[in-house]
């Protein structure tokens, strides 16, 4: 079953496909999309996918008349730099790249960022394709946000840069490591809480198949996780306001990520335990007491941790979410969940009460 | 007497201002421009232009009720680069530059590309405000086209990035060495060129006065030139079509550049020679011989070179006109004049006839 998604941008509305398979049909796509068989093609891609999906692409991609050059980036997020663009653009000369060509992300989020805005800066801008592989990068493949990192900033050099579609064959899902699949769910709740209490039922009820990577359900649940990320960039498409809500969980969420180990807590992780922050906080604001145990329940099944680990210091969690841009003096802004489905901003909430909430997170019964 | 000009790009519209003193205004233009008094600028400038009028400008900026910070790069090229850019953006990080802040770019060319690039990646893009303080500026403070450099090519990592608005104080180009005021000339008798005889007419006219920089005269000719780039640039700012005519001179000119040594020609001087080379084109297709008399009068008057000088290897220049773009097979494109004011894009000018043409402009009568 092949699903297809609209995300309605006006001149830079893009379809998503989803289904099994679609990557063995890449060619039929790039040209039913207008993507020039004249220009040069440039593939971008990490070194953990390139071993399983790249030569494939290349020669269906060849086999359908076009040209593709290919660059294998290190995995991870140090791959964001300024210095891997340079490379990259290195690379787009040589292969000769125009302002017809059109650069291909082959893989996750940091790929999908880095290759995005390769293509939003090349000879000011050039053609983009999202091919993701992992569930994650449902959330990322929707929106345009493409950037790089610089030293003191994650992705703070960057652009919205719409792809002419995004190509998620479920296949390459198969090979995911069990702990990126419930990173990945993590990002999906996160869609239904800010957004449709149906689908956060359903999770509820289909994370057992969903963590067996079962192709159907799994085609829903991202179907459903970017139908939600697409109302909300379609309504906002450069976060003047409501694109905010994307960012439920995150402002605990990202001081966990910066606090944590290397490799202790991966993004959707930290989110998760964020999101159960958020859940208490909408309790404390008045929501009724299902909002956290419903969001307890679905992270859990998810697969994913919803307690603090207890060496973590609380003070190192404030002092790093004070550094987050969302801070002003003595309160802060709050993606709050009022209901399960649906969250407000609050751009008043006190420190006091992030750092309470923080210190409940670690007295929570740890698994 | 101050002119004001109107770049109509939809919801991307912005004002030029062009007068004398408009400096001491600054700060009410960036007020009347909702430019946020409660965000931090970034002021970028070079250190020619800084010890000029950098001060008076963050004075002025801050008696108005702003907060400028200041960036000086070295004069050129070379800051055109990403090393550049990071360290710019380690300083709008430093000073806490947010979402709603500006960057502004108080320089030529240079300057305002980078500046440009600078805005349009800081966060995914902030405001800009373009100062420009050459007469050569006033072709790229227009249209939005902002880059760096990449070792392997000008201008290949940027975006476009219109500003909020840009003020041309006539008085800072009074310290503008000659050299670049002719230089400076050169873009603006182009834009005359590629689409308004009478213009042209009147800077054959009154190229003394520019020359001597008389406000007046000045203030008009830039008004002329910036209109003529704004009607361009309205009607295809992203350049899929009619943009390119805005090249006239450009394929001959920046060969010549990249031949000649460091300092030998400047932009300005060599698109000057690329215009006679281009005038010579549109004669052999056909044009009136005043294509070619009147192009070379008004460009000598406004005391710039019109032959190329004899030690130039014309295979030298061949070659590295071939590694331009705008080079297919055995033919090139090229924008042809075909009357004064008048030109058209040719895509198929034998490459023969334009190495002849290289080698006439070298048996020109020398001055």
């Known amino acids: 079953m092949m699903r297809e998604l609209k995300v309605e941008l006006g001149e830079r509305s893009y379809p998503i496909y989803i289904g099994e398979g679609l990557l063995n049909d890449a060619s039929s796509y790039f040209a039913k999309h207008g993507i020039s068989a004249k220009s040069p093609l440039l593939i971008i891609t990490d070194e953990h996918v390139a071993p399983h999906y790249l030569d494939a692409l290349v020669q269906n991609l060849s086999a359908g008349g076009f040209q593709a050059a290919s660059a294998v980036v290190p995995a991870g ?54 091919i993701p592989t992992t569930i994650l990068a449902h959330d990322s493949s929707v929106g345009g946000k493409v950037a790089v990192n610089h030293p003191l900033a994650k992705n703070i050099i960057g652009a919205f840069h719409q792809p002419e579609f995004v190509l998620y064959d479920l296949k390459t899902l198969q090979s995911l490591p069990p702990r990126d699949v419930a990173g990945g769910l993590s990002e999906v709740v996160k869609h239904g809480l800010i957004w449709d209490a149906e689908f956060v039922a359903w999770c509820d009820a289909n994370a057992a198949k969903l963590l067996s990577l079962d192709p159907e359900a799994l085609g829903y649940a991202l179907y459903k996780g970017c139908g939600v990320k697409a109302n909300v960039v379609s309504q906002d498409e450069k976060e003047n306001s409501l694109r905010a809500i994307l960012n439920l969980g995150h402002t605990i969420g990202h001081a966990l990520e910066a606090v944590a180990g290397y490799n202790e807590l991966q993004h959707g992780e930290a989110i998760s335990i964020g999101m159960i922050g958020s859940a208490k906080l909408g309790v404390r604001y008045g929501a009724p007491q299902e909002v956290y145990t419903v969001t307890k329940r679905v992270l859990e099944r998810c697969g994913l941790p919803v307690v603090l680990p207890r060496h973590f210091d609380v003070d190192a969690v404030m002092s790093a979410m004070m550094h987050d841009k969302k801070f002003a003096e003595g309160t802060m802004v709050f993606i709050v969940p009022t209901a399960i489905g649906k969250v407000e901003i609050k751009s008043d909430v006190p420190v006091d009460w992030v750092r309470e909430i923080v210190e409940e997170l670690k007295l929570e019964v740890q698994r």
């Open 77 to 130: 997020e140090s791959s964001k730099s300024l210095q891997m663009l340079e490379g990259l653009v290195t690379k787009a000369l040589e292969a000769g790249l125009d302002r017809k060509s059109a650069i291909v992300a082959l893989g996750g989020g940091v790929v999908g960022d880095l290759a995005g805005y390769v293509a939003a800066s090349y000879m000011r801008g050039v053609k983009f394709v999202q």
